[in-house]
């Protein structure tokens, strides 16, 4: 299976740098407008984003609503291979550090999200994502999930990045949710 999802993988970060080449930053704009709204984050606490990496989308477009929506904001820190994430306070005015991967970390104080946004190089109508596979977000979400059931995780992604299946094993995380340009998914 391994070897399938590598194949996938590849064939997705093509069609991600695609799909980021042609976009003028409305689709980034519409998610924004998107999340901001959902039913979801009513009784939310902290939400935590990604600073983009790549061809990721630009989620500091709804990092930077969601902050003028008053949501305390976190960012997500690699420890070490092989361990979840942790999250990091972040209030849009505090310094980012260089981490791996080409990420910037916050070097605020450690916090538990209610919500994830997390990015994707594939998902399917089930909740299934593709991500670089390093494990990292399959591993926080288990952590999470496990000491806080209610734990939400919405993919950031463009419509073409949705596939008809996505392979899934025993430790990979479903999404709850993932938001696009033009399709909030939600999934049981």
């Known amino acids: 299976m391994m070897s399938n999802k590598n194949t996938i993988r590849n064939a997705a970060k093509e069609k991600r740098d695609l799909l980021h080449a042609s976009d003028d930053g409305m689709a980034a704009r519409n998610i924004a407008a998107k999340i901001v709204m959902l039913k979801e984050l009513d009784e939310v606490k902290t939400v935590a984003g990604y600073y983009p990496i790549k061809d990721e989308l630009d989620l500091l477009v709804t990092l930077k609503v969601l902050h003028a929506a008053r949501f305390p904001l976190a960012l997500p820190s690699v420890v070490e291979k092989d361990r979840p994430l942790e999250f990091r306070a972040w209030d ?38 593709i991500g670089y596979g390093g494990g990292f977000y399959d591993r926080t979400l288990a952590e999470l999930r ?43």
């Open 92 to 129: 849009m005015r505090t310094e980012l550090v260089d981490g791996p991967f080409g990420t910037k970390e916050s070097i605020e104080d450690n916090v538990v999200p209610d919500v994830i946004l997390v990015p994707l190089l594939a998902f399917d109508e089930k909740g299934g994502r």
């Open 146 to 188: 496990n000491k806080t059931p209610n734990t939400l995780a919405i993919g950031i992604a463009y419509e073409g990045q949705k596939l008809a299946e996505v392979p899934m094993e025993d430790y990979d995380q479903r999404l709850d949710m993932v938001v696009t340009e033009q399709n909030i998914y939600r999934f049981e």
